[in-house]
T-cell receptor, first 114, second 114 residues
């Protein structure tokens, strides 16, 4: 089956620093990748939709300058949390779709900002 | 507007008993429906989908779901629950258009007791 990886799985950073999270589709080319944020025992909140070679489309209320998304190739998208603060601590999940229908999810990245 | 509702925050069943996790949807046009499972601190795993065809869809790990157009429901079922099925379950519908976005329900925690 289709596999999506995320790196790192866990990261702890100090307030004010930036953190980059990578999302890779390992065995398929992803026309689109998605970035979600999830709070404990809650549903996924879509942050942005990322297409290779074009600017990401952000959902309402998501700060573009804070959550920088780069979709460098058909198998790689990165999310950079800039000037992180404790309220940015969360579980970040990416997904990728080869056809615009089925999404395959990464294992998630636990970000803790101290 | 498109939406998905999972009316139960938690479902408790005894091991060996049948389980049902409920999902209703509201979409314009034909729905593309999905079920995902999430274990603690992990990404989402695909269980099954309904695109077209038979109303009873069989998926991974012995799960199945029944698409009911008149009741706009897509309940997840399993004939005999296992303790290892305990997890968070999400129903989702593909958003209208070609963005590939999914609209998620709020999630249902399934607790299977020995």
């Amino acid at each position: 089956g289709a596999v999506v990886s995320q790196h790192p799985s866990r990261v702890i950073c100090k307030s004010g620093t930036s953190v980059k999270i990578e999302c890779r589709s390992l065995d398929f080319q992803a026309t689109t990748m998605f970035w979600y944020r999830q709070f404990p025992k809650q549903s996924l909140m879509l942050m942005a939709t990322s297409n290779e070679g074009s600017k990401a489309t952000y959902e309402q209320g998501v700060e573009k300058d804070k959550f920088l998304i780069n979709h460098a190739s058909l198998t790689l998208s990165t999310l950079t949390v800039t000037s992180a603060h404790p309220e940015d601590s969360s579980f970040y999940i990416c997904s990728a779709t080869p056809d615009g229908y089925e999404q395959y999810f990464g294992p998630g990245t636990r970000l803790t900002v101290t | 507007a498109q939406s998905v509702a999972q009316p139960e925050d938690q479902v408790n069943v005894a091991e060996g008993n049948p389980l049902t996790v409920k999902c209703t949807y509201s979409v314009s046009g034909n729905p593309y429906l999905f079920w995902y499972v999430q274990y603690p601190n992990r990404g989402l795993q695909f269980l099954l989908k309904y695109i077209t065809g038979d109303n009873l869809v069989k998926g991974s790990y012995g799960f199945e779901a029944e698409f009911n157009k008149s009741q706009t429901s897509f309940h997840l079922k399993k004939p005999s629950a296992l303790v290892s099925d305990s997890a968070l379950y999400f129903c989702a519908v593909k958003a209208w258009g070609n963005t590939g976005k999914l609209i998620f329900g709020q999630g249902t925690t399934l607790q299977v007791k020995p």
